[in-house]
Structure formats: structure tokens, C-alpha cells
């Protein structure tokens, strides 16, 4: 699985980006996906996550982002989005999309190089 992020940009505070991850290969439905960020100086932090359908497609969110974030997939067309509202300085990160496909047989962890979003006030 390669996963490539885009939507990353500058945008002012309170204001909303989406973000998207275009994954290749097969057996995209079948793995968990999440989004990680990585501040200046920072390890990577969890953001939201997202199971497969057949775990009900159950989300989880960072307790830090109050609501702002919504994270969905469309298996359909091997995407993962996150719609970023609401947004705010401390949101300035390296987002990076990650999937979890180990309950596939051969296949393990994989992530994309990140897209930059950078949040002025």
C-alpha cells in the first residue's frame, strides 16, 4: 500500500481545511486508517482514526481537537479524508495518513511522507 496525502496548505485561524489520502494497492477496505501530526520538535501525536466497515467503520478522536476534526473513508475510491474546522495555531503539523492492514496476511503498517499545514493568526 502507498499512501499520498494532498490538501495541505496555509489557512488563517477558525478557518477549515480537508485533507486527503489516495492509497494504492489492493485491500484498502480491509485496513484501519488513521491521521498522526507532527509538530516542529514533537513527536507524532494520534489525531483520529477510523476502522474498516466491517467493524462498523467506529472513529476516535483526539480529546485535544473538541469536535473540530471529522474523519471519513471511501473504500470505493481507496480515500481517507479529514475535514479540519474551526482551525487553530497549536493544529500547525506535518499530517500524515497511516494504515493498519496486518489482519491481511502479508501485509503490515504503512504511512505517507505527510502534508504541511500551517494555521496563522
Known amino acids: 500500500v502507498q499512501l499520498v496525502e494532498s490538501g495541505g496548505g496555509s489557512v488563517q485561524a477558525g478557518g477549515s481545511l480537508k485533507l486527503s489520502c489516495e492509497a494504492s494497492?489492493?485491500?484498502?477496505?480491509?485496513?484501519?486508517m488513521d491521521w498522526a501530526r507532527q509538530a516542529p520538535g514533537k513527536e507524532h501525536d494520534p489525531v483520529s482514526s477510523?476502522?474498516?466497515?466491517?467493524?462498523?467503520?467506529?472513529?476516535t478522536y483526539a480529546d485535544s481537537l473538541e469536535g473540530r476534526f471529522t474523519i471519513s473513508r471511501d473504500n470505493a475510491k481507496n480515500m481517507l479524508y479529514l475535514q479540519m474546522n474551526n482551525v487553530k495555531a497549536e493544529d500547525t503539523a506535518v499530517y500524515i495518513c497511516?494504515?493498519?492492514?496486518?489482519?491481511?496476511?502479508?501485509?503490515?503498517?504503512?504511512w505517507g511522507k505527510g502534508a504541511l499545514v500551517t494555521i496563522s493568526s
Open positions: 494497492g489492493a485491500n484498502f477496505s480491509r485496513c484501519d
Open positions: 497511516r494504515a493498519d492492514c496486518t489482519v491481511v496476511p502479508g501485509m503490515g503498517y504503512y
Open positions: 477510523i476502522s474498516t466497515i466491517s467493524s462498523d467503520g467506529t472513529t
